[in-house]
T-cell receptor
């Protein structure tokens, strides 16, 4: 079983729709990261959170530490949001130095 | 722009060869991480350095080695290359390499083994 599970694997939406991507993890963590990878391959860090909720523009990330679950929401989706969204966790145990464990990603396609 | 620079962007070579990938961290960041992204394994942690010293090791093959220099740039050396080493290699940096600090990713080096 993977330590970080994302759903759905693939998501197609119409422009303007509200989008939710889910991430569940099975280990104790110090922080959870949401990353965006465009077709060109580069990775952009969207959020790092260890509790509560963060918002940046049309993106919102939430985390529930007790339930070991995080969600990434995109409001008023746009074709330029089309990318792979990756959830990653930094472990919380002795010897962990911040290296990330990654989910397999959610491929989002937003149609105009 | 993350401030992390990776060179080269693309590398094409043959089996059995050796290559060196280079990473310059964001200004002020002391820690560098190397990650490998392959089609079958996804993103995996390889190795971490902090201020010139190795701090953590992940799924790094013995054929691979890395170091961080006094000016904080890092190099990942891949030798005796095999077809399965074809992947995107990312470098990321953070201020002090702690789990609760954000990481800034470079654009990656795409390695193709023919």
């Amino acid at each position: 079983k993977n330590e970080v599970e994302q759903s759905p694997q693939n998501l197609t939406a119409q422009e303007g729709e509200f989008i939710t991507i889910n991430c569940s993890y099975s280990v104790g963590i110090s922080a959870l990261h949401w990353l965006q990878q465009h077709p060109g391959g580069g990775i952009v860090s969207l959020f790092m959170l260890s509790s509560g909720k963060k918002k940046h523009g049309r993106l919102i990330a939430t985390i529930n530490i007790q339930e070991k679950h995080s969600s990434l929401h995109i409001t008023a989706s746009h074709p330029r949001d089309s990318a792979v969204y990756i959830c990653a966790v930094a472990l919380n145990y002795g010897g962990s130095q911040g290296n990330l464990i990654f989910g397999k990603g959610t491929k989002l396609s937003v149609k105009p | 722009d993350s401030g992390v620079t990776q060179t080269p962007k693309h590398l094409i070579t043959a089996t059995g060869q050796r290559v060196t990938l280079r990473c310059s961290p964001r200004s002020g960041d002391l820690s560098v991480y190397w990650y490998q992204q392959s089609l079958d394994q996804g993103l995996q942690f390889l190795i971490q350095y902090y201020n010139g010293e190795e701090r953590a090791k992940g799924n790094i093959l013995e054929r691979f080695s890395a170091q961080q220099f006094p000016d904080l740039h890092s190099e990942l050396n891949l030798s005796s290359l095999e077809l399965g080493d074809s992947a995107l290699y990312f470098c990321a940096s953070s201020v002090a390499g702690q789990p609760y600090q954000p990481q800034h990713f470079g654009d990656g080096t795409r390695l193709s083994i023919l």
